[in-house]
């Protein structure tokens, strides 16, 4: 009976503790299973509901230059652009840049689709919407128009893809087209070899942060419909590049290749080719030592390139450029820049000179700029550049008047220009 009275009430007790550590387990092991099923749950929904959506962004530029050269006649290489190295002054609305676009979100585990389309009004306008076309103009008009960019973009995030379909600015090169994103306020010599647009097909992989790889086909640089500058039909190019990044961020590289196998009939802005087999190759390094803190950067633009000629229009040619560049930060405004290029040609069919023998260019380039606001800059240069055939005297022809004979001797083997620009941009 006494035995009885100390098991009955030990059981109860020990069913009742159990019954107390388990009512105090239940609820912790339910709260981790909730968090993992609510997230299972949430990406079903996304991958099964809308994509992601991004707002339409409207963005742009506003840039006016005036441009002075002190070389006594009118620049003969197509190297730089007439507007660029006018006799005396000339000021100039370089460029109303606007582009509409509709970003992707590529941290979205769903595809979907954007857009891109740019538009330039402006005296820049004039010679890139005449590449690749028949119609080069004698001089800059405000009242120029180009579509610089109308594609598609496709996000695919299973394989880390963005493809563009449609018309887009060329892959290689460092220059850009739109003036306030390169470092200086006239263009180097360096990009004139590089290609201007192409409509085509271009895919992106991103398989690491810091490695981007590209590669696609389209028409020739500068030509944008089926018949192209010199009516010779549909040739095309394939072209892409490699950008790989530092893990610290302060440094990348990223070589890039345009070939055109089937034949070369188009331009850019500056240099008109027609070639039976062309190819360009570019190699870009940039990098901010890390003592400086941003305060300083080196660039570096390699290109070359050879083509094999047309024996109906022009010769084999081929070439060579270095251009180095180096930006410093004064202040937290003031900002100056040294551009240094060279270039050398086995002839002169690509700058398009009087003479044939081949020739070497040189560009020296000093250029300070000076934030007024976040948006507002003005930017001050002074340019030297020189080389065989530089400039033409202002000898006027017989047979066309008002015009220069292309037989006249060289003026000068020097140009130098100085130049001040503001651009806003939204």
Request: aromatic residues 12%.
């Amino acid at each position: 009976m006494r035995k009885n009275r100390i098991v009955y009430p030990g059981l109860f007790l020990f069913f009742s503790g159990m019954a107390s550590i388990w009512g105090q387990i239940q609820p912790s092991e339910e709260a981790t299973v909730l968090p993992e099923r609510e997230a299972r749950e949430e990406s079903v929904a996304e991958q099964m509901g809308a994509p992601a959506e991004t707002p339409l962004k409207l963005t742009g530029y506003v840039d006016g230059t005036y441009l002075y050269n002190f070389g006594p006649g009118t620049a003969a290489s197509s190297l730089d652009f007439p507007a660029d190295t006018v006799p005396k002054g000339d000021f100039n609305l370089s460029a109303l840049w606007l582009r509409l676009e509709k970003p992707l979100l590529r941290e979205s585990r769903q595809a979907h689709a954007g857009f891109q389309f740019g538009l330039m009004l402006g005296e820049d306008a004039s010679y890139y919407a005449s590449a690749g076309t028949m119609n080069t103009p004698t001089g800059p008009s405000s009242s120029s128009l180009y579509i610089g960019e109308a594609f598609a973009k496709i996000w695919v995030p299973e394989a880390q893809m963005e493809a563009w379909v449609g018309k887009f600015q060329a892959v290689i090169g460092y220059e850009t087209i739109w003036r306030p994103d390169n470092p200086c306020i006239t263009f180097g010599i360096s990009d004139a070899f590089m290609p201007q647009d192409n409509t085509g097909i271009l895919v992106i992989f991103s398989p690491d942060p810091l490695l981007d790889m590209a590669a696609g086909i389209g028409n020739c640089s500068g030509e944008s419909n089926d018949l192209g500058g010199l009516g010779k039909g549909d040739e095309s190019s394939v072209f892409g590049y490699g950008k790989v990044t530092c893990p610290r961020g302060n440094a990348t590289l990223q070589p890039g290749f345009y070939v055109a196998p089937w034949g070369t009939h188009g331009a850019n802005a500056r240099i008109s080719l027609d070639q039976d087999f062309y190819y360009a190759l570019n190699l870009i390094g940039q990098w901010s030592p890390a003592f400086a803190e941003e305060r300083w950067n080196l660039t570096f633009n390699l290109t070359g390139g050879s083509g094999t000629g047309d024996s109906e229009v022009e010769a084999p040619t081929s070439y060579v450029t270095t251009g180095l560049y180096s930006t410093w930060t004064l202040l937290d405004p003031v900002t100056l820049t040294g551009r240094a290029e060279y270039v050398h040609t086995s002839n002169y069919v690509l700058p398009q000179s009087t003479r044939l023998s081949g020739g070497d260019y040189y560009d020296y380039t000093l250029t300070l700029a000076v934030k007024i606001t976040e948006d507002l800059v003005w930017r001050g240069e002074g340019r030297f550049a020189w080389g065989a055939g530089t400039t033409l005297s202002t000898t006027a022809s017989a047979d066309v008047p008002n015009t220069l004979t292309t037989a006249s001797p060289p003026a000068s083997n020097s140009l130098w220009t100085v130049a001040t620009e503001i651009y806003y941009r939204f």
